[in-house]
């Protein structure tokens, strides 16, 4: 069995099913902007804070900005100016290993899952861990049998252990989508960030994507930020919705209070069919 030497606590499968407290702030975004070469701001003036175990939607038509805020969250894209305090540290000022170790405990779900096709599920799953190894570990792909056993549990609670050995290109867009949530929570992440996770999936595999999401925000207490272009499924799912508009924020709230005006203020002249009377 191979050393890990990062030694991170792993979380046993008894904490993967159990129910935590929400509360404390998790993320605290004040005065963000970003322009992408020096143009007009595709986000401005963000301020949010998002709390341990919320589940929270973010809503808006294309172009309005979703995208690039959660990746600035994360870093994949880096904002022109403004703070973004992740679990009690200031992520803008990070640089490599500082960055790569906070960035750990954010995982990522995408709409096209960015899975290795060729390789299993159990190994793309085991990606998730590579934050958490030194470059020497990383390229000989070398796990520790807890790392496994983790792997597997997670796999079982999204209803994949079955396909565990079977490559990702034999899998249907609702698997591998769960391969593309699993991989992120391998990571033992506090945060989760979707980026239209059910925009390529039918209304079958979209909802039981959006369960699972559910499930995992309840009961292992990870706060879940999702982009959709669903209001319907926002409003069904989440404890809080945020709309943008030309990369403002034009609502933040409870789904219960999304008015007609409100979707009006989000989505412009692209409204009238989204209007739920
Ligand atoms: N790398 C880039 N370089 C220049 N402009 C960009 C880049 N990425 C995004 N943009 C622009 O930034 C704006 C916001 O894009 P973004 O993808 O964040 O919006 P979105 O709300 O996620 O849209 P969609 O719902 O269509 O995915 C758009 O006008 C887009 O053209």
Redesign the pocket.
């Known amino acids: 069995m191979q050393q890990v030497l990062n030694k991170e606590p792993i979380i046993s499968k008894a904490e993967i099913s159990k129910k935590v407290q929400k509360g404390e702030v998790i993320l605290k975004v004040q005065d963000l902007f970003?322009s992408?070469?020096r143009?007009t701001p595709?986000?401005q003036d963000i301020q949010m804070e998002l709390k341990q175990g919320e589940f929270i939607s973010?809503i808006?038509?294309?172009?309005?900005?979703?995208?690039?805020?959660?990746?600035c969250i994360n870093r994949m894209?880096d904002p022109t100016s403004g703070s973004i305090v992740f679990d009690n540290t200031e992520m803008t000022f990070l640089k490599k290993a500082d960055l790569r170790k906070q960035r750990s405990k954010i995982g990522m779900v995408f709409?096209h899952y960015n899975l290795v096709s060729r390789l299993t599920v159990f190994e793309n799953v085991l990606h998730g861990r590579f934050g958490y190894k030194s470059t020497i570990q990383g390229v000989f792909s070398l796990f520790s049998e807890e790392e496994k056993e983790l792997a597997l549990t997670i796999l079982d609670k999204l209803g994949m252990k079955e396909f565990a050995y079977k490559r990702c290109d034999q899998l249907s867009g609702g698997q591998k989508q769960r391969v593309g949530i699993a991989r992120a929570l391998v990571q033992q992440p506090k945060l989760l960030l979707c980026?239209?996770p059910i925009?390529s999936l039918d209304p079958n595999a979209s909802k039981v994507i959006m369960d699972h999401l559910k499930d995992i925000c309840e009961t292992m207490g990870i706060t879940v930020l999702v982009?959709l272009?669903q209001v319907d499924v926002a409003l069904k799912y989440s404890d809080r919705v945020i709309g943008?508009n030309k990369?403002k924020i034009v609502y933040d709230g409870i789904p219960e209070k999304l008015s007609n005006a409100a979707i009006r203020d989000i989505y412009g002249s692209e409204i009238e069919d989204l209007i739920l009377e």
């Open positions: 970003k992408y070469n143009g595709v986000l973010i808006g038509p294309s172009g309005a900005g979703k995208s690039t805020f959660l990746r894209i709409q980026d239209e925009a982009n272009h943008l990369g």
